[in-house]
Nanobody, 118 residues
Framework: QLVESGGGFGQAGGSLNLSCAVT???????MAWHRQAPGKQRELVAR???????DYVEAVKGRFTISRDNAKKSMDLQMNSLKPEDTGVYYC???????????????WGQGTQVTVAS
């Protein structure tokens, strides 16, 4: 089970931090944050593997930072310099390999809403 927390309202230029806690999963390879903006397809925002290798969608590079604590089986997304286009439902997900395709992610959280006001 994956449980997200930390969503809510933010101001443009401000910051929010999202967290994801994992239970009931023995081995976690890749953890990722996806988001779905209103009227748009869900997209991969950032992913991180067990060793800490990470990458980001171009739109958030330099503003968002993904991190994980393997011992605690948790993951964070620090979102700085927020923009209104960051608004959406953010989902935590895990995969067995370091994949971009969201079909590779086999377990998902319920999502947490992030709304950024201009």
């Amino acid at each position: 089970q994956l449980v997200e927390s930390g969503g809510g309202f933010g101001q443009a230029g401000g910051s929010l931090n999202l967290s994801c806690a994992v239970t009931g999963v023995f081995t976690i390879n890749t953890m990722a944050w996806h988001r779905q903006a209103p009227g748009k397809q869900r997209e991969l925002v950032a992913r991180i593997d067990y060793g800490g290798r990470a990458d980001y969608v171009e739109a958030v590079k330099g503003r968002f930072t993904i991190s994980r604590d393997n011992a605690k089986k948790s993951m964070d997304l620090q979102m700085n310099s927020l923009k209104p286009e960051d608004t959406g439902v953010y989902y935590c997900a895990i995969a067995s390999q370091y994949e971009r395709d969201d079909r590779a992610y086999h377990t998902w959280g319920q999502g947490t809403q992030v709304t950024v006001a201009s």
